[in-house]
């Protein structure tokens, strides 16, 4: 179950599935005014492109903006856009949570009543101090290692770019195999141009989304861990598991306490008896059968 839940978190936890494809300003403005109405009934992460997705941080930013500078987003957004994103964990979590618990229920064998209602009780309470707790130094390295791999990659296609406007010719009459390289002016320009948004709060929108990005995938590992381990492992396997069988309490039992709960019950050995003389004559009436059909054949 952990496992199914793992793959349901990652495929359905985050809110909008963010698809690195470019659309039109005036596309992305018309598709976020339409997502606002449609976000709330979704049953699945919402698709959007990543300019929908720079609009939509953008609307928050100015929302928000106080004192900083324009171009420099405030920290405090990165928050707001990751609850945002991360909204559907909570109902994720207690869907998993309740699922495993009713899986696991006893209470045809003498289970005290309430026992799950308290593993659940137990499990959210460590869940909130374990959020409570939490700091974000512990992932600070790892976002940075996230950003940075993202800022690597944006640079290899800008090179990319450059190096495809770029020609490299052999030079007429030598014999050697050097070339001389002539840069496409208007082509470098243009890539530049195309490359580098003028508009500082796209730009810094852009920076949000990266660092929304790097924030989410290592706070997701981190909750997975935490809910298949400390929540479910912890308060609702391993307490259950003491309950139904505890070596201690086995080991202070007497052998007449523990052949009792061993052995056939007495009406049960009484029932086996009455069936068994049946079955029994049963048998020996079969093998006289078979000898007389034997017989009869040859």
């Known amino acids: 179950m952990d496992t199914e839940f793992c793959n ?50 953008r609307q928050i930013m100015v929302k928000n903006r106080g004192q900083n500078l324009q171009g420099n987003f405030n920290p405090v957004i990165i928050g707001e856009l990751f609850r945002e994103q991360s909204s559907n964990w909570e109902g994720l979590v207690i869907n998993h949570v309740e699922g495993v618990t009713r899986d696991l229920a006893i209470s045809d064998f003498g289970c005290p009543e309430g026992s799950a209602q308290g593993s659940l009780s137990r499990a959210g309470t460590h869940l909130w101090r374990i959020h409570k707790d939490t700091r ?75 660092c929304l990005f790097a924030i989410y995938k290592v706070c997701q590992k981190t909750f997975i861990a935490i809910i298949t381990t400390q929540v479910i492992e912890r308060y609702i396997i391993i307490r259950s598991l003491e309950d139904i069988f505890s070596p201690i309490t086995v080991n202070s039992l007497s052998d007449a306490e523990v052949e009792a709960m061993v052995s056939e019950p007495t009406s049960a050995g009484r029932q086996r008896e009455f069936l068994e003389d049946p079955i029994s004559k049963l048998e020996e009436g079969y093998e006289i059968f078979r000898g007389v059909m034997d017989s009869a054949t040859h």
């Open 136 to 210: 974000s130094i512990t992932t600070i390295t790892t976002r940075i290692q996230s950003i940075s791999a993202d800022k690597s990659a944006r640079r290899l296609s800008l090179q990319i770019r450059l190096e495809s406007a770029t020609e490299h010719n052999h030079l007429s009459g030598c014999n050697s195999t050097h070339t001389s390289a002539s840069i496409d002016v208007d082509k470098v320009a243009t890539t530049f141009l195309t490359y580098i948004n003028p508009d500082m709060d796209n730009f810094s929108s852009g920076e949000a989304l990266e």
């Open 8 to 57: 349901n978190f990652r495929n359905n936890g985050h809110k909008y599935q963010i698809v690195m494809s470019d659309t039109s300003p005036i596309e992305a403005t018309t598709f976020y005014s339409a997502l606002q109405n449609a976000a709330s009934s979704a049953s699945g992460p919402i698709h959007m492109s990543k300019s929908t997705a720079i609009h939509w941080i």
